[in-house]
């Protein structure tokens, strides 16, 4: 607890923008204030516009400042995106807000004599495409693989993918990390070393942590290097008799590669409820901005405790069983408690009914 009260005091100014621009699909005005981390605002304007945009830095400002000032003129703006902890939420939050997670956690199960996605279709796809690349791995602890892969696999692979939005922990704390209780995984094709990541060890579940492709080249992604590290994953991890693996940190939004990727291994979603921070988002103007902003980018939120799915539809009629049936196939995964359908209807300033429908 005293580690998570020295991380608030640390955040109690955050950074904060007003971002106006067209929305990529719909090319209609979006405005968005944010306040939080930079990297993190470069990911939200990522998806919402994918391309340049105006953005007006507001300053560092005080936490309560932001919620009792800023949200005042709320309907300056069709979101308004705060980073603040889970703890925080209910200090702040109004009913109608959105408690998105942000990062969550992919659980995979090896605890059975054959695994459910031993009988995936695309992973066995990938496993042909490793054989055929003749992809091998390597374990290790040594101190100068690990300064190889950190500086040659990890940092460039991180950048080339996130760009401005990458996170990229420090070189001594993932060193200290790794001392402690960790295996280095190296995959090798021929005889070179193409990509990596680390193991990490804690009772019955092992993680896959900081991925790294050398010098980012995504040829060897091609080949099935991001793919070999997960298929010797769940062979290695297995053998050492741990019951799950944890394969890491991704996007809370329904859509993102990096999770879609994780479906086929049927992962049991999960979050940090009390150290993790998370994103208060509140929608204010209704515009066709909005609208579409939403309909293109579903995600995952926080209710009562557990995670749920928000869907947005633009239908003034009610969907089909069949179009029900497919939004649950497509969105649905374990550890989603229900999956909310929510409607706008109306033109221009469209009017959202919350939630139109429930998926248990």
């Not at 696999?153 to 001594?172: L, Q, S, T, V, W």
């Not at 993102?256 to 929608?283: C, G, N």
Request: aromatic share 16%.
């Amino acid at each position: 607890m005293s580690n998570l009260i020295i991380k608030i005091f640390r955040n109690i100014k955050v950074d904060s923008w007003s971002i106006k621009i067209r929305e990529k699909d719909s090319q209609k005005e979006l405005n968005i204030f944010y306040a939080g981390l930079e990297n993190m605002k470069n990911y939200f304007c990522k998806i919402a516009f994918n391309c340049s945009y105006e953005e007006k830095y507001l300053g560092r400002l005080w936490i309560w400042d932001i919620f009792r000032e800023n949200l005042k003129r709320s309907e300056n703006y069709s979101l308004t995106i705060i980073e603040t902890f889970y703890v925080l939420k209910k200090l702040f939050m109004a009913k109608s807000d959105f408690v998105i997670p942000r990062w969550i956690s992919a659980i995979i199960d090896i605890s059975g004599a054959s695994p459910i996605f031993t009988k995936n279709k695309s992973i066995k796809n990938d496993i042909r495409r490793i054989n055929k690349n003749k992809l091998i791995y390597q374990l290790t602890r040594e101190d100068s693989q690990f300064d190889y892969f950190y500086y040659n696999m990890h940092k460039p692979y991180i950048n080339k993918i996130h760009g401005d939005r990458a996170f990229i922990c420090e070189y001594n704390l993932i060193k200290k990390r790794f001392k402690s209780n960790a295996d280095l995984l190296l995959i090798k094709k021929e005889n070179e070393f193409v990509a990596g990541s680390i193991f990490f060890y804690k009772k019955n579940q092992g993680s896959i942590s900081y991925i790294g492709v050398k010098d980012g080249k995504l040829d060897y992604v091609k080949d099935g290097a991001i793919q070999a590290i997960f298929y010797f994953a769940s062979i290695l991890l297995k053998r050492k008799g741990l019951k799950n693996i944890n394969f890491g940190l991704s996007r809370p939004f329904l859509n993102d590669s990096i999770l879609r990727y994780k479906k086929k291994w049927y992962p049991h979603l999960a979050f940090k409820k009390w150290t993790e921070k998370v994103f208060l988002m509140k929608i204010g103007h209704k515009t066709c901005g909005l609208k579409n902003f939403l309909i293109n980018n579903p995600f995952i939120f926080i209710k009562e405790n557990k995670l749920n799915a928000a869907i947005f539809i633009d239908d003034n009629q009610a969907p089909s069983k069949e179009s029900l049936r497919r939004i649950y196939k497509y969105h649905n995964f374990n550890g989603i408690s229900k999956i909310c359908i929510f409607r706008f209807a109306g033109e221009g300033n469209a009017r959202l009914i919350a939630p139109a429908w429930k998926i248990n």
